[in-house]
């Protein structure tokens, strides 16, 4: 099963995706979903904003040890919980 990510799935890869850590059939899955989904397009998005700042102010002072992944895991978990409907 290569062909349809559902947007739970999407989401997950777009930190690996905005890292530039994603290849192959991963990455083709990934940008064949965001081709088609304008609520994913939006929230990637938010997520490379969210990263850009992220990595903004880690240049200035370093934020706590985990706050960044948990920061990150907490607006996951929400933006999809409020868009996973099945
Ligand atoms: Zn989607």
């Not at 999407?10 to 609520?39: I, M, N, S, T």
Request: proline content about 3%; glycine content about 4%.
């Amino acid at each position: 099963m290569t062909d349809r990510l559902t947007c739970a799935q999407a989401v997950r890869q777009f930190f690996a995706y905005l890292d530039r850590a994603l290849a192959g059939e991963p990455l083709e899955a990934l940008e064949k979903h965001l081709a088609d989904c304008l609520d994913c397009c939006d929230r990637l998005e938010f997520n490379r904003r969210l990263d850009a700042f992220v990595k903004a102010r880690m240049g200035e002072a370093p934020l706590p040890e985990g706050l960044e992944a948990r920061l990150r895991q907490g607006l996951m978990r929400a933006r999809v919980d409020a868009t996973e409907e099945s």
